[in-house]
T-cell receptor, first 113, second 114 residues
């Protein structure tokens, strides 16, 4: 079975600073996607960024970028210029065989003013 | 289209009662997923549909749980003889079923079994 591990239960960052959330995964698949989802307090889950495993270039979406290391099965999320609205639970997710998502346990990120 | 919707948003029930939740996916999305999320944890897969066909069920889905998606549109998740361990957030997601197949999540139904 595929597994996703997020080793940081909680993180804090000052507004405008940069923070990196870590994620490792285990799979025997070769071509796949990886996702980071954000779940703000009492609000629904939204996709932050995705990475295609066959692409060597790391994905970037505005202030969000990833460091994807396929050989190490590592997929970290970097948030630059952190904003108060970034406060949320962040989940790393892997679509097993292209469909159902396997999630990590999540990292609570608190952005402080 | 306003996204995935779920009803009710909150449900409090007594142990032993039956409950039913509804999910309306984004129109034209072929796939519909149900996940369960307990406090402080990541969502866990329960089951999914490709159109009206239920293609996979997790071992988490005991025989007290049943899901349907008549005519490949909305879906219902029923829990019979609820137990306190069923208390959780039940999330629905839908996707096109092609390409990247990004899943769009609804707001969830929070179930509390007393």
């Amino acid at each position: 079975a595929q597994t996703v591990t997020q080793s940081q239960p909680e993180m804090s960052v000052q507004e405008a600073e940069t923070v990196t959330l870590s994620c490792t995964y285990d799979t025997s698949e070769n071509n796949y996607y990886l996702f980071w989802y954000k779940q703000p307090p009492s609000r629904q889950m939204i996709l932050v960024i995705r990475q295609e495993a066959y692409k060597q270039q790391n994905a970037t979406e505005n202030r969000f970028s990833v460091n994807f290391q396929k050989a190490a099965k590592s997929f970290s999320l970097k948030i630059s210029d952190s904003q108060l609205g970034d406060t949320a639970m962040y989940f790393c997710a892997f679509p097993e065989y292209g469909n159902k998502l396997v999630f990590g346990a999540g990292t609570i990120l608190r952005v402080k003013s | 289209d306003t996204g995935v919707s779920q009803d009710p948003r909150h449900k409090i029930t007594k142990r032993g009662q039956n409950v039913t939740f509804r999910c309306d996916p984004i129109s034209e999305h072929n796939r519909l997923y149900w996940y369960r999320q307990t406090l402080g944890q990541g969502p866990e897969f329960l089951t999914y549909f490709q159109n009206e066909a239920q293609l996979e069920k997790s071992r988490l889905l005991s025989d007290r749980f049943s899901a349907e998606r008549p005519k490949g549109s909305f879906s219902t998740l029923e829990i019979q003889r609820t137990e306190q361990g069923d208390s959780a957030m039940y999330l629905c997601a839908s996707s096109q079923g092609t390409g990247v197949d990004e899943q769009y999540f609804g707001p969830g139904t929070r179930l509390t079994v007393t």
